[in-house]
């Protein structure tokens, strides 16, 4: 171990020595934000970047165990990502497909898919679909893996699903209009059970949200970090928390 490494240990425990153990957030949204950029100084291709952030997800789900989190929802690949040229497009899906493989075959996570199945190729439903099941009776953290996801079309899909589920009742539109509240469709998002974010992080020093989470982050707070998803360190991470744990969560009131 070189100096670097001792001081950078040293600091991450002294960091997490003087974190709110009873201030951790139950669910933990992350923007993994940064891969083609981090790719680009290093000198390495497109590819190489995503693989570089799919590799980083295991040890980041390791910290978050630690600290006791319950949820996890890690924002892989969004809709508009489907804009991007094949030869980038389709090399991710595949990095991607490896991911979830790797989550479901750890036995530790709980694997759920929030996103709309119909942008995706076939192969890829399958594996989301294979992981969700293979994990399903898993006790550790539930990990929702947001891919071809968009607020926006998860909001839009949640009313359609409410619509269609009165249809099959028979209620009349004048009876729908009466019965659609915030709860009735929350009830219909990709995340309906769950409880709703507590912390969002956004890596790469963008401070947006780009449409994650629209619905359910109304009253998360968040954390952007200037350094690229594949640098992210458990350091970073507990920072994160510390950050999170001297905020005072008013919730509107």
Not at 7 to 31: C, M, T
Not at 90 to 112: C, F, N, Q, S, Y
């Amino acid at each position: 171990m070189n100096l670097r490494d001792l001081v950078y240990k040293l600091y991450a425990r002294r960091v997490e020595g003087r974190l709110d153990h009873d201030q951790v957030p139950g669910h933990i949204g992350v923007i993994l934000d940064g891969n083609r950029r981090w790719a680009k100084a290093s000198g390495g291709t497109t590819a190489q970047g995503h693989r570089a952030g799919a590799d980083k997800i295991t040890e980041f789900l390791g910290w978050c165990a630690e600290s006791k989190v319950r949820v996890v929802t890690l924002w892989m690949l969004s809709t508009d990502n489907f804009d991007r040229p094949e030869s980038e497009l389709t090399p991710l899906l595949g990095i991607i497909e490896d991911a979830v493989r790797g989550l479901a075959a750890d036995g530790r996570w709980r694997v759920h898919h929030v996103g709309t199945l119909d942008m995706l190729p076939d192969r890829t439903r399958i594996v989301l679909k294979e992981a969700e099941e293979a994990t399903a009776a898993n006790q550790g953290i539930l990990v929702n893996v947001a891919v071809g996801y968009g607020g926006r079309q998860e909001i839009a899909d949640a009313v359609r699903s409410l619509i269609l589920d009165h249809a099959e009742r028979g209620t009349s539109f004048e009876e729908l209009a009466e019965t659609v509240s915030i709860d009735s469709i929350s009830e219909h998002l990709y995340t309906r059970g769950q409880p709703d974010p507590d912390l969002v992080i956004r890596t790469s020093g963008e401070q947006r949200l780009s449409g994650f989470m629209l619905w359910q982050s109304a009253h998360s707070e968040y954390y952007f970090c200037e350094v690229f998803w594949p640098a992210f360190r458990k350091v970073d991470f507990l920072r994160a928390l510390r950050d999170y744990a001297y905020r005072n969560r008013r919730f509107g009131g």
